[in-house]
């Protein structure tokens, strides 16, 4: 069963799936040259080395994106009601299953991009609608992937292929948004 069962028979029209698909990869190459320009504003001696940081964050990125799309596909279920803890070592693993980190450093890895994300709209200048527009989309993913690994409901094929186009989309626009430097703003002292 899909994610958002609602929307299962409006993604057969043709025209719609088609707006679906350009949507998610857009969002994502928007959301992408965002962080991307923002990470060069916050830390402006990166830009001395620019194609190094544009290759390294496309490769990161790439990496979270092929590594995400098995987890978000066949998420690891978790019965809240089978969850209890008596000691600390048992919280501590409750706490590695809840957050996906007990399978291994790719997925701390993975996880660790989108923690990075958050971090970046912290200590960075976006500010106004660009800054709303990221957290959204991120929290927003955020709910579905929670939702997949909290109750029964799985993505279906079509929600993977979003998902993944969006996650491609943030690659490729964190290379479009790092790879040339920002010229610094010109005085006017007329």
């Known amino acids: 069963m899909a994610l958002i069962p609602s929307l299962v028979d409006i993604f057969q029209n043709p025209v ?13 190459l928007f959301q992408g040259i965002i962080l991307g320009r923002a990470i060069l ?28 799309v098995p987890r978000f596909a066949s998420p690891e279920k978790i019965n809240l009601s089978n969850l209890s803890a008596n000691s600390p070592a048992e919280v501590a ?7 996906g980190m007990n399978t291994g450093f790719l997925t701390v890895l ?3 991009v989108t923690v990075m994300t958050f971090v970046v709209l912290k200590f960075t200048n976006i500010n106004g609608i660009a800054k709303a527009f990221v957290f959204f989309f991120t929290l927003l993913l955020l709910i579905f992937t929670g939702i997949s690994r909290f109750t029964d409901l799985t993505p279906s094929t079509f929600e993977v292929l979003l998902y993944f186009l969006y996650q491609l989309g ?21």
């Not at 916050?42 to 830009?47: D, Y």
């Not at 693993?93 to 957050?99: G, Q, R």
């Open 41 to 68: 504003v916050r830390f402006p001696r990166l830009q001395n080395h620019v194609k190094t940081v544009s290759i390294s964050l496309f490769v990161l990125f790439l990496v979270n994106a092929i590594l995400s």
């Open 93 to 99: 693993s409750i706490l590695f299953l809840v957050f």
């Open 170 to 190: 943030i690659t490729i626009g964190i290379l479009a948004g790092t790879i040339r430097k920002i010229k610094p703003k010109k005085l006017d002292l007329k």
């Open 110 to 112: 993975a996880i660790s």
């Open 16 to 28: 719609f799936s088609i707006i679906a698909v350009l949507g998610a990869f857009g969002i994502g």
